[in-house]
T-cell receptor, first 112, second 110 residues
Framework: DGGITQSPKYLFRKEGQNVTLSCEQN?????MYWYRQDPGQGLRLIYY???????QKGDIAEGYSVSREKKESFPLTVTSAQKNPTAFYLC???????????FGDGTRLSIL | GQNIDQPTEMTATEGAIVQINCTYQTSGFNGLFWYQQHAGEAPTFLSY????GLEEKGRFSSFLSRSKGYSYLLLKELQMKDSASYLC???????????FGKGTKLSVIP
């Protein structure tokens, strides 16, 4: 079945540690996205990529980094510079302008 | 920039009809999406409106008025499983990005 796979489902980070969230899609979509969701807040865009080897900052990119070396993969690194990383992280992919985005099941990140 | 407003919470009775409103202000507009999100789960796509009017899809319908910056999602014959958050999102002209509202949490009661 085609879809988007995020791993792990739950992740714990120690202070000062970088962690990487995985996102893989087999929908052959060009565009991929990372969102952060906090309680009572809507989804906020962290980074997005329209094509391999290219990505753009979203509204809240500080403290995060991404790469897009393959069409299928768009990992997100939460760096130690992100002071409030506890949130639900959602990865999505889409065909492009005017097309719906399809979401993975999310990764819930907590601080130890 | 873009600004999207939705009611925070709504409650409706099983079997009834509920309308969830969304107003938006945007510098460019290329369409409006509605998503459903159950607690702790990923959002799932419900509907997309780019032209004015009503789009019907089973028990769910979505309406758009571009001149008023207004949309609504209509849910008929409510079921308990419809208890979820409903997210309104808009996309700007030629843009890959979606801007989401904060979502409306719908509770369906017996």
């Amino acid at each position: 079945d085609g879809g988007i796979t995020q791993s792990p489902k739950y992740l714990f980070r120690k202070e000062g540690q970088n962690v990487t969230l995985s996102c893989e899609q087999n929908l052959n979509h060009d565009a991929m996205y990372w969102y952060r969701q906090d309680p009572g807040q809507g989804l906020r865009l962290i980074y997005y990529s329209q094509i391999v080897n290219d990505f753009q900052k979203g509204d809240i990119a500080e403290g995060y980094s991404v790469s897009r070396e393959k069409k299928e993969s768009f990992p997100l690194t939460v760096t130690s510079a992100q002071k409030n990383p506890t949130a639900f992280y959602l990865c999505a992919s889409g065909q492009g302008v005017g097309q719906p985005q399809h979401f993975g099941d999310g990764t819930r990140l907590s601080i130890l | 920039g873009q600004n999207i407003d939705q009611p925070t919470e709504m409650t409706a009775t099983e079997g009834a009809i509920v309308q969830i409103n969304c107003t938006y202000q945007t510098s460019g507009f290329n369409g409006l999406f509605w998503y459903q999100q159950h607690a702790g789960e990923a959002p799932t796509f419900l509907s997309y409106n780019v032209l004015d009017g009503l789009e019907e899809k089973g028990r769910f319908s979505s309406f758009l008025s571009r001149s008023k910056g207004y949309s609504y999602l209509l849910l008929k014959e409510l079921q308990m499983k419809d208890s979820a958050s409903y997210l309104c999102a808009v996309t700007g002209a030629g843009s890959y990005q979606l801007t989401f509202g904060k979502g409306t949490k719908l509770s369906v009661i017996p």
